[in-house]
């Protein structure tokens, strides 16, 4: 059983830099790995990806040349790296992991999940 920790949320201004961290348990061959956010009232959102195997990576539109996705396979981490934050970014995130199969668009069901960690962005 993968179990996902979640660390480095927190309130900032708009315009600021946060970076979370996500620790896996355990990163067996073909698992993937991304963050999903998810507001009062708004549907959940995944914004980044990342196939750990082949470090293959991509991030939603609605983030994209603000937010990256990174790993570090040593440490079992995988960040997000958000710049230039917005107050739309305000949301509970979570740090989600599969095999195989992690999909920027949809509403899949991600098979492990972590606890998630706030990020509050002030206008």
């Known amino acids: 059983q993968v179990q996902l920790v979640e660390s480095g949320g927190g309130s900032v201004q708009a315009g600021g830099s946060l970076r979370l961290s996500c620790v896996a348990s355990?990163?067996?061959?073909?698992?993937?790995m991304a963050w999903v956010r998810q507001a009062p009232g708004t549907e959940r959102e995944t914004v980044a990806i990342?196939?750990?195997?082949?470090?293959?990576?991509s991030v939603a539109d609605s983030v994209k040349d603000r937010f990256t996705i990174s790993q570090d396979n040593a440490k079992k981490t995988v960040y997000l790296g958000m710049n230039n934050l917005k107050p739309e970014d305000t949301a509970l995130y979570y740090c989600?992991?599969?095999?195989?199969?992690?999909?920027?668009?949809?509403?899949?069901?991600?098979?492990?999940w972590g606890q998630g960690t706030q990020v509050t962005v002030s206008s």
């Open positions: 990342v196939y750990l195997g082949g470090d293959i990576t």
């Open positions: 989600v992991a599969d095999m195989n199969y992690c999909p920027l668009t949809g509403t899949h069901q991600f098979g492990y």
């Open positions: 355990e990163q067996p061959a073909g698992m993937c």
